[in-house]
């Protein structure tokens, strides 16, 4: 699979006045998985929201699918972004949250007692969110955002919280998705994670 899913050329990006990245180039093609690695602060979640059309770049130019990425719902049908929490429906639970993905989305990929297993959720699946552990609500959303049909997903440090146990889980999880022609750019810190990806270090000048 040689299509390029993502080009970035020569994009700077500033933030409060100062330059975040400066002059930095990536492609990506279909079914790769990318790891972006890199000091606190080098501007690794900064790439991530260029790519989903969250932050715009000073200079450059970047396209996603052939088009420069915008925060539109066409747009959202192909990627997904994992960042930080997601904003939780107290009232319902880690089953419903997950329903819930899969009743606004056609074509799941997993059904939810399946999504429940693989994240390991199952015993939690009647509590709701607010009440899990960091580590359980990072996997409902990793669960949320894999549930839905998708060909890219951009990951900001998908280990937090996570143990090591279900790093090598979400390690696997991530291999079949790539397997099946979807794309992965995550922000990560960790070494082993990232160890079979093609990995790339920002400095701290981008
Ligand atoms: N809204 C903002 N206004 C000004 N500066 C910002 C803003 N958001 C982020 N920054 C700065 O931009 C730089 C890059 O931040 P970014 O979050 O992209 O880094 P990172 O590589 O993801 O870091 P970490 O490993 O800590 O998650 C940091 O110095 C940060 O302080």
């Known amino acids: 699979m040689d299509e390029t899913v993502i080009t970035v050329r020569d994009l700077t990006v500033e933030l409060g006045g100062t330059r975040i990245l400066h002059g930095f180039d990536l492609d990506v093609r279909a079914g790769e998985w990318v790891s972006i690695m890199g000091a606190n602060g080098a501007g690794k979640s900064t790439l991530l929201r260029c790519l989903a059309g969250l932050q715009r770049p000073a200079a450059g130019e970047v396209t996603v699918f052939g088009r420069p990425p915008v925060d539109e719902p066409a747009f959202w049908r192909d990627v997904v972004h994992?960042?930080?929490?997601?904003?939780?429906?107290?009232?319902?639970?880690?089953?419903?949250?997950?329903?819930?993905?899969?009743?606004?989305?056609?074509?799941?990929?997993?059904?939810?007692?399946?999504?429940?297993?693989?994240?390991?959720?199952?015993?939690?699946?009647?509590?709701?969110?607010?009440?899990?552990?960091?580590?359980?609500?990072?996997?409902?959303?990793?669960?949320?955002?894999?549930v839905r049909p998708s060909r890219m997903l951009l990951l900001d440090e998908p280990e937090r919280g996570l143990d090591l146990d279900f790093r090598d889980r979400l390690k696997e999880i991530f291999v079949a998705y790539a397997v099946a022609g979807g794309t992965l750019v995550m922000a990560t810190h960790d070494d082993d994670l990232a160890w079979a990806t093609r990995r790339l270090t920002l400095d701290a000048a981008g």
């Open 82 to 146: 994992v960042a930080d929490e997601p904003a939780w429906y107290p009232w319902l639970s880690v089953r419903e949250h997950i329903d819930l993905m899969r009743a606004v989305h056609d074509e799941a990929r997993l059904d939810t007692d399946t999504a429940l297993e693989l994240f390991e959720l199952t015993g939690r699946d009647d509590v709701a969110p607010p009440r899990l552990s960091t580590g359980q609500r990072q996997r409902l959303a990793l669960a949320m955002g894999l």
